[in-house]
């Protein structure tokens, strides 16, 4: 079974800062995707970004970006210049490829962005 | 489109009580995914449907709950009898497989508290 570990149960960053959130994920799988999904307060789920495991060039929304590792099983994201409405809980989930497929999720981390 | 919606939003209720989560899914989606989010837990999936047939209720605690999708547009969770541990907000999620990047659009979750 697939397992995603996020290893950071809170950060914290300045505003206009850069973070990076960590996750690992384990997978005997060649193909699949992982997500980036954010939850604030409305608890409403967002996704923030998405990555192929086939394709090897990082993922980039605006300021959100990954550092994908797939040899090494690792699916980061970075926050560049924080904004206040970028404090929320951030998951890491993993699905294989396929039509329809469930999502597992890590067990997320807590960001703070302070002014 | 209004995206997911669930209802109730909230829903407080005791011990014993039987229970009702309903969801409808974005027009011309074809799987429909239920999550449970608990603090100890965190984001877990209970059951998931495609074109209305459960493919995967693995995730499903025990026979106090059960799930259906009649038809397109529409599908309930159900707890009987309800319990304490069950308390935790309950996601709807679906997702068109004639897509590969395998997005799954959320509700807004129903915050079920059993006392």
């Known amino acids: 079974a697939q397992t995603v570990t996020q290893s950071q149960p809170e950060m914290s960053v300045q505003e206009a800062e850069t973070v990076t959130l960590s996750c690992t994920y384990d997978?005997?799988?060649?193909?699949?995707?992982l997500f980036w999904y954010k939850q604030p307060p409305s608890r409403q789920m967002i996704l923030v970004i998405r990555q192929e495991a086939y394709k090897q060039q990082n993922a980039t929304e605006n300021r959100f970006s990954v550092n994908f590792q797939k040899a090494a099983k690792s699916f980061s994201l970075k926050i560049s210049d924080s904004q206040l409405g970028d404090a929320a809980m951030y998951f890491c989930a993993y699905a294989n490829q396929g039509g329809s497929e469930k999502l597992v999720f890590g067990k997320g981390t807590k960001l703070t962005v302070n002014p | 489109d209004a995206g997911v919606i669930q209802s109730p939003r909230h829903e407080v209720t005791e011990m014993g009580q039987e229970v009702t989560l309903r969801c409808k899914p974005i027009?011309?989606?074809?799987?429909l995914f239920w999550y449970r989010q608990t603090m100890m837990r965190g984001l877990e999936l209970l059951i998931y449907f495609n074109n209305n047939v459960p493919i995967d209720d693995s995730g499903m605690p025990e026979d106090r709950f059960s799930a259906k999708m009649p038809n397109a547009s529409f599908s309930t969770l159900k707890i009987q009898p309800s319990e304490p541990r069950d308390s935790a907000v309950y996601f709807c999620?679906?997702?068109?497989?004639?897509?590969?990047?395998?997005?799954?659009?959320f509700g807004p979750g129903t915050r079920l508290t059993v006392l």
């Open positions: 997978t005997s799988e060649s193909d699949y995707y």
């Open positions: 027009s011309g989606h074809n799987s």
């Open positions: 999620a679906s997702s068109y497989t004639g897509l590969a990047d395998n997005e799954q659009f």
